[in-house]
C-alpha cells in the first residue's frame, strides 16, 4: 500500500518513506508504527495495540514506544506540541492526524539505463536520488547516521548521470574512501568503502548497461 500525506509517500510494500525524490530513513520498528498509525487513521491506537504489534510475545517498556513516536515525529519534521501528523492521546496512545489518501503503486524508477545507487551500512540501505544526497548526524539528512564522530552535516554524494561524486562538507572527522581522505570530489566505484567519522559504508551501483553473470551453483 502507498499513501501520500503532504510531500510524503509511505510505501508498505517497499519499506520506504519517501519525501519528493529523497528517501527518509526509519529504524525498522519505528517504519512499522508509523505502518500501523497510517493504516488505522484517524483513530487512536493504544499502547497495549501498538506493543502487542510491534513486539509480539515481548515485553517492553513504555518508553521504547515514546523513542519510536520520536523518531517518527523527527522524520517528518513533526512536533508533539503542535501536532500536524502524529498527535498523542495521553495516557492512552497515538493516532495519525494528518490528511492522507491512498495512491496507486507506480514504483520509484530510472529511466532507461540510468544506474541505480546506494549507501549500506550494516542492515540498513539508503537509496541515492539524483542530484544532491546530505550524510549526516541530523535526522533531516538524506543519510541520517545517528552515531559519534559524524558531523550533523558532514559528506555529500551527488548523483548526476551515469557517475556518483563524493564530498567532504567540512567535516570534524574527515571523509574517507578506503584509506584515502576526501579533499576534492571524488568519483565513487561499485563496492567502494566510505568512511564517514566512526561509520563505515559501502557504495554500490548497478546499471542495466552493465548486468552482473548469474552465479552457477553447484548442487549435490
Request: with cysteine.
Amino acid at each position: 500500500m502507498r499513501t501520500r500525506f503532504g510531500s510524503f509517500i509511505l510505501d508498505t510494500g517497499t519499506r520506504q518513506l519517501v519525501n519528493g525524490e529523497r528517501e527518509v530513513h526509519l529504524s525498522p520498528k519505528a517504519f512499522d508504527v508509523l505502518r500501523v498509525l497510517v493504516e488505522e487513521r484517524p483513530k487512536v491506537v493504544n499502547k497495549t495495540d501498538l506493543h502487542d504489534r510491534i513486539w509480539p510475545g515481548t515485553f517492553v517498556v513504555d518508553a521504547n514506544l515514546s523513542v519510536l513516536v520520536g523518531e517518527i515525529r523527527r522524520a517528518l519534521g513533526d512536533s508533539a506540541q503542535e501536532p500536524r501528523l502524529i498527535r498523542t492521546a495521553h495516557k492512552v496512545g497515538y493516532a495519525f492526524c494528518g490528511q492522507a489518501s491512498d495512491v496507486a503503486a507506480t514504483g520509484r524508477t530510472a529511466g532507461a539505463g540510468a544506474a541505480r545507487c546506494w549507501l549500506a551500512w550494516n542492515d540498513r540501505t539508503f537509496v541515492l536520488a539524483m542530484g544532491e544526497n546530505i550524510i549526516g548526524r541530523d535526522p533531516a539528512c538524506g543519510v541520517w547516521l545517528d552515531a559519534s564522530g559524524v558531523s550533523r552535516r558532514h559528506a555529500r554524494v551527488r548523483l548526476d548521470g551515469p557517475g556518483a561524486i563524493l564530498e567532504d562538507l567540512g567535516s570534524t572527522n574527515g571523509t574517507f574512501v578506503g584509506e584515502t581522505p576526501v579533499t576534492t570530489p571524488t568519483p565513487l566505484d561499485d563496492g567502494a568503502l566510505v568512511h564517514i567519522g566512526s561509520v563505515t559504508l559501502t557504495f554500490r551501483a548497478w546499471s542495466p548497461e552493465r548486468p552482473r553473470a548469474t552465479e552457477r551453483i553447484k548442487r549435490g
